[in-house]
């Protein structure tokens, strides 16, 4: 089964970069942060910057998305921080206008101050203003992200993410992406063909698959439940190689990018995406 398959990968050396990254790990999907992704400010990308990456995306034919940035935080109420974070997602959505980029994936957010469900509306709220400010950039989808339910972040349930959609107004121009490390860590397992179908059911009969966009196949140093964030190369940590099986040979996600997110050269990620490619059946 052909499957789109990429890592995520610094951008420290211009969107020039990510091309040759593709090249070099023959890769067909990529995720990018546009700027650096622990400020709030960003420098204007310049116009050869835009085309040159542009026409190298569509020479390699390859999917896109954009990771934004982790300051953000759209379940808070300070002000300025609310402030801060709707227009760094504005901003954002802005940047993948000019280069073609379809999906800017975002984690939900956080409020230690609020209840879940108060958490929840105060993310709807901001999301539902964003995409009204954003219409004219409508091709842009603000891709939700599940998380491992560390701190106070929203997200370790599917039920929060349909929510949050349903809210905000269930517009198409949100998606989901599922981040296997995230969904083990908050207690899905899917280290068994049959764990794993259970959780596909639960996706499909709580926010659907239509709304499915963005993969992240990232292996848990931390056993399931856990409810803490930490990355492991695939096959490396608690999940296991059987999973990751699992979703490569899934016809369902035959094009949905699958987006590895554990550092590493580009001969380092090769080897992994490698080892994916060698489990899809033919
Ligand atoms: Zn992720
Ligand atoms: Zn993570």
Redesign the pocket.
């Known amino acids: 089964m052909k499957i789109l398959l990429g890592a ?1 990968v610094s951008i420290a050396g211009g969107l020039k970069n990510v091309c040759a990254h593709a090249k070099n790990t023959g890769s067909n999907a990529v995720q990018i942060f546009t700027k650096n992704q622990l400020q709030w400010s960003a420098k204007e990308l310049d116009y050869n910057e835009i085309s040159s990456f542009k026409k190298c995306v569509i020479s390699q034919n390859l999917t896109v998305a954009v ?1 934004l940035s982790y300051l953000v935080n759209l379940g808070s109420t300070d002000e300025t921080i609310k402030e801060k974070s709707i227009g760094g997602i504005i901003d954002e959505i802005k940047r993948c206008g000019l280069l073609d980029i379809k999906y800017l ?1 975002l ?1 939900p957010g956080s409020n230690k101050y609020l209840s879940e469900e108060g958490t929840i509306k105060q993310i709807a709220l901001n999301l539902s203003g964003i995409i009204k400010q954003t219409a004219e950039l409508k091709d842009v989808i603000l891709i939700l ?2 998380t491992a339910g560390q701190g106070n972040q929203i997200g370790y349930k599917l039920e929060h993410i349909a929510r949050i959609i349903e809210l905000a107004g269930n517009s198409e121009r949100f998606g989901v ?1 599922v ?1 296997t ?2 969904i083990f860590a908050a207690g899905y397992d899917i280290r068994t063909l049959s764990e794993y179908n259970k959780f596909m059911k639960d996706f499909e009969d709580i926010i659907g698959f239509n709304k499915l966009k963005v993969i ?1 196949l ?1 292996d848990s140093l931390k056993p399931l439940g856990s409810k803490v964030d930490r ?1 492991a190369q695939v096959g490396k940590g608690y999940i296991g190689m059987d999973a990751f099986g699992f979703i490569v040979n899934d016809k369902r996600l035959k094009d949905i990018p699958l ?1 590895i ?1 554990t550092p590493g050269s580009d001969r380092e990620h090769k080897i992994d995406l490698d080892i994916l490619k060698n489990m899809t059946k033919k």
Do not use: S
Request: hydrophobic share 15%; glycine share 0%; with cysteine.
């Open positions: 995520h990771h994936v984690h992200e599940t992406c981040d490390c995230h992240h990232n990355h987006i997110e």
